[in-house]
C-alpha cells in the first residue's frame, strides 16, 4: 500500500470529507463509526481545534454509551491521542476511561512505525494451512525488502525538523505531505510524533490542507448530527398529522399576500412507485412511500428544492437515492442504513454542508418549522 490513499485531497471541496464521513457514521457497522469520529477528531486536533474535537468525541461517548477505549481501539489512533493529551498538558474529561500509555516506548513504536512500509499482503491471507505456513515468511521478508511509504517519510522527516525547531521546513514537509495525503488523510501517522503535535495543536495541518475558517466546527456538527440520528434518544414524541395535512400546511405557509397557497401533485399510483422502485432496485422506506401516494413530489420554495416524482427518482452513490432538483444551493437524498432496511435523509447544502433527518417526514417538518419561524 503506497503512501495515497485514494484521490487528492481538494481543497476546493473539502466537503467531500464532511459527506463521506457522515454517510459512514449513518451507514457504517459501529466498528467503523468509531474509527471515523476518532480519525475525525484527530484532523480536526491538527487544524488547531482540540475543543471541537473533544465536543465530538463527548458526544460520540454520551450517544453511543461505548467505553471510550473502543474510540482507541486502534493503537496508531491511541498513540496520536496520547501524544496530543501529553502536549496539551490536559487529559479531557471523555478521555477519563482510556487506558495510559508509556509514551517513550509508544514514541519507539511510533518510530518503527514510520520506517516501515505498510504490509501490501494483507495479515491471515495465507491461512494456517501447511502451504499457507511456507509462504507467509516469504511474504514477511518481501515487505521488509519494499520501499519506505513516502508518506511516513515525510512525517518522520518533520519530526526530526521540528525536533531542529526549523519551522520553515516543517511547513514545506508538511504541505509535500497534504499532497500525498488522498482524500482521507491519515493524520494519526502525524500525531503519534511528540515534536510535531505542539505545532499541529496550533493548527499547522491547515494551510497544507488549504482548509477554510470554520472548517473543523463544521466538521464536528454535522458529524454530531450524524450520531444523534444513528444512535437516537429513546421516547422522543412524533407529530401525528396525516400526510395530507402537512403538505397542505406547507403549502400555506409558503403562500403571501401575492402568492396563495399551491395546490399539491397529485399522488402516483401503487404502479408507479413499484415501477421506480423497480428501476433503482430497492424498496424506498415506507414513510416516503406515503408521501408519494399522496403528492408525487413538492414544488420549490425559495432554498428548499423541487421535490421529484416517481419517475424522477434518480441512484446516488452508495445506494443512495435523490429525490429532489439539484439546484446551485443543493439537493436533497434518501440514504440508506443498516444494509437498507432504514433510511435517513440527508439535505446537501452548498454552503452550510450536509443536514441529517431522521426520516423523510422529519425532513419536511423541519421545513414547516422554519417557514412558521420566518413568518413570525
Not at 202 to 224: F, H, K, S, V, Y
Request: contains cysteine; negative net charge; hydrophobic residues 45%.
Amino acid at each position: 500500500m503506497s503512501g495515497d490513499t485514494g484521490p487528492a485531497w481538494d481543497p476546493t471541496d473539502d466537503a467531500d470529507y464532511v459527506e463521506s464521513r457522515v454517510t459512514d457514521v449513518l451507514t457504517a457497522p459501529d466498528a467503523t463509526v468509531d474509527s471515523v469520529i476518532a480519525e475525525a477528531a484527530l484532523l480536526i486536533t491538527c487544524n488547531g481545534e482540540a475543543a471541537e474535537a473533544d465536543r465530538l468525541c463527548e458526544q460520540w461517548l454520551a450517544v453511543t454509551e461505548r467505553p471510550a477505549a473502543a474510540l482507541v481501539a486502534d493503537p496508531l489512533i491511541a498513540r496520536g491521542f496520547a501524544v496530543f493529551f501529553v502536549a496539551r498538558q490536559v487529559t479531557p474529561a471523555w478521555a477519563a476511561g482510556v487506558p495510559p500509555l508509556d509514551l517513550a516506548a509508544e514514541q519507539r513504536a511510533h518510530r518503527r512505525y514510520l520506517a516501515r512500509p505498510d504490509p501490501t499482503v494483507p495479515a491471515g491471507l495465507f491461512g494456517d494451512s501447511p502451504a499457507g505456513r511456507l509462504l507467509a515468511p516469504i511474504a514477511e521478508r518481501m515487505e521488509d525488502d519494499a520501499p519506505a511509504d513516502p508518506s511516513k517519510r515525510l512525517a518522520a522527516e518533520a519530526e526530526d525538523a521540528a525536533t531542529e525547531g526549523d519551522r520553515a521546513l516543517v511547513d514545506e514537509l508538511l504541505t509535500q505531505w497534504a499532497a500525498r495525503a488522498g482524500s482521507l488523510p491519515r493524520v494519526a501517522m502525524l500525531a503519534g510524533c511528540e515534536r510535531l503535535a505542539p505545532l499541529l495543536l496550533d493548527g499547522a495541518l491547515t494551510g497544507p490542507l488549504g482548509l477554510e475558517p470554520g472548517w473543523p466546527q463544521r466538521c464536528a456538527g454535522e458529524l454530531i448530527a450524524a450520531l444523534r440520528l444513528r444512535y437516537p434518544a429513546t421516547g422522543e414524541p412524533r407529530t401525528a398529522t396525516s400526510w395530507r395535512e402537512l403538505i397542505e400546511q406547507i403549502l400555506s405557509a409558503r403562500a403571501t399576500a401575492d402568492l396563495p397557497p399551491a395546490q399539491p401533485p397529485a399522488g402516483a399510483s401503487a404502479a408507479a412507485i413499484a415501477a421506480a422502485e423497480d428501476r433503482l432496485r430497492l424498496r424506498l422506506p415506507d414513510d416516503y412511500r406515503d408521501f408519494l401516494a399522496v403528492s408525487d413530489g413538492l414544488p420549490a420554495d425559495v432554498v428548499f428544492p423541487r421535490l421529484l416524482a416517481a419517475t424522477e427518482l434518480e441512484s446516488g452513490p452508495r445506494g443512495a437515492v435523490v429525490i429532489s432538483e439539484r439546484t446551485s444551493h443543493g439537493f436533497i437524498t434518501l440514504v440508506p442504513t443498516d444494509g437498507a432496511r432504514s433510511w435517513h435523509v440527508v439535505e446537501w447544502d452548498n454552503v452550510l454542508g450536509a443536514t441529517v433527518h431522521e426520516d423523510f417526514r422529519v425532513l419536511l417538518l423541519n421545513h414547516l418549522s422554519l417557514l412558521d419561524t420566518s413568518s413570525a
